[in-house]
């Protein structure tokens, strides 16, 4: 059974940080690429970021370039989400996948149709 558990989210203030993780398992985790979607109050989920297989490809949508680093750590099938500068734009439930290969923000697929329960993001002053 795939299992995807999401936590690190809290309340911050406009530029400061988090590390969000994702426990994973129920699947052989270096076989697929992971990827963190998010969701603001409102508005249509959409891609973050996607790290290849190996870790060594990692892609980022223009929003969040040069504020966010997607890591993964093979040997212990996480994944992980540093957050730098944050905005009150980032504010939303972020979800971790796995998608076959990290073609980029915009292209990610579910590839194990799997959600997590999500960790709630929430900057504000």
């Known amino acids: 059974q795939v299992q995807l558990v999401e936590s690190g989210g809290g309340l911050v203030q406009p530029g400061g940080s988090l590390r969000l993780s994702c426990a994973t398992s129920g699947f052989t985790f270096d076989d697929y690429a992971m990827a963190w979607f998010r969701q603001a109050p409102g508005k249509k989920r959409e891609g973050v970021s996607c790290i290849s297989r190996s870790g060594t490809n990692t892609d980022y949508a223009d929003s969040v370039k040069g504020r966010f680093t997607i890591t993964r750590d093979n040997a212990r099938h996480m994944v992980y989400l540093q957050m730098n500068s944050l905005k009150p734009e980032d504010t939303g439930v972020y979800y971790c996948?796995?998608?076959?290969?990290?073609?980029?923000?915009?292209?990610?697929?579910?590839?194990?149709?799997?959600w997590g329960q999500g960790t709630l993001v929430t900057v504000s002053s």
């Open positions: 996948v796995a998608d076959f290969y990290c073609t980029g923000p915009d292209t990610i697929i579910n590839a194990l149709d799997a």
